[in-house]
């Protein structure tokens, strides 16, 4: 079974910085064949994903990030991380990577809280 394990949240002021990482293992095919997405969860929201890079290393961002988060990935090393500068209190929910589309599991999250 994957295994994603994602690192990297906390609580932070708004204005803040926070770099999320995740971990992959167990995958079926080479993690380069993949195309990697961060997804957030807010509480008594759906999941949304917010980030995603190619297998080109294209990126696309949902609209209330963009300008503010950055993804990228390091293949060899089967990571994918997220900077994420400029920190709103909307930004708050748990963060998770995955494949897109997902791989049936998920990770436990990172939370990160956006809060004065």
């Known amino acids: 079974q994957v295994q994603l394990v994602e690192s990297g949240g906390g609580l932070v002021q708004p204005g803040g910085s926070l770099r999320l990482s995740c971990a992959a293992s167990?995958?079926?095919?080479?993690?380069?064949?993949?195309?990697m997405g961060w997804y957030r969860q807010a509480p008594g929201k759906q999941r949304e994903l917010v980030a995603r890079?190619?297998?080109?290393?294209?990126?696309v961002y949902t609209d209330s990030v963009k300008g503010r988060f950055t993804i990228s990935r390091d293949n060899a090393k089967n990571t994918v991380t997220l900077q994420m500068n400029s920190l709103k209190p909307e930004d708050t929910a748990v963060y998770y990577c995955?494949?897109?589309?997902?791989?049936?599991?998920w990770g436990q999250g990172t939370q990160v809280t956006v809060s004065s």
């Open positions: 995955n494949a897109d589309p997902a791989f049936r599991g």
């Open positions: 167990r995958i079926p095919f080479m993690f380069s064949r993949y195309v």
């Open positions: 890079i190619n297998t080109s290393g294209n990126t």
